[in-house]
């Protein structure tokens, strides 16, 4: 008897979990993988802890997705955008940790390279900042 309860309490369990072979995003690999060469990288400052940055940072993905139709994936506290705006083809990576948002992208050229940067410094450093309310 008391094997039977046991036995329907771990196949109970095991329902609940779903199937096996779902694994986590954390041990899926990433979508790309950003070339070593051509980067493009900055660091944002922020005073919250990694879990409230991730909401922030949601918003800010959600709004590049809406506006442009960049995708984004996150692995862990890691997520991977990938697009195209204004015409310019977008691969980056934001690693979010606690009091601070490590941003590395592919370079978009040159002649770009300081636009791209200060646009993302901007939008990260709105998103992130502690009086920022979601509309």
Do not use: C
Not at 76 to 103: K, N, P, S
Request: aromatic content about 10%.
């Amino acid at each position: 008897m008391a094997r039977s309860l046991l036995l329907s309490a771990l196949v109970g369990t095991a329902a609940l979990a779903g199937p096996a072979d779902d694994a986590p995003d954390e041990l899926a690999p990433p979508p790309f993988v950003l070339e070593s060469g051509a980067r493009l990288s900055l660091s944002v400052g922020h005073l919250f802890n990694r879990s409230a940055a991730r909401e922030r940072i949601g918003h800010l993905l959600a709004y590049w997705a809406e506006r442009f139709g960049v995708k984004s994936t996150w692995r862990g506290d890691r997520v991977f955008l990938t697009g195209r705006v204004w015409g310019i083809d977008i691969r980056a990576v934001f690693d979010v940790q606690d009091h601070l948002v490590l941003a590395t992208a592919h370079d978009p050229g040159s002649w770009l390279t300081p636009r791209a940067r200060d646009y993302v410094n901007q939008k990260l450093r709105k998103y992130l900042h502690p009086t920022y309310v979601e509309p």
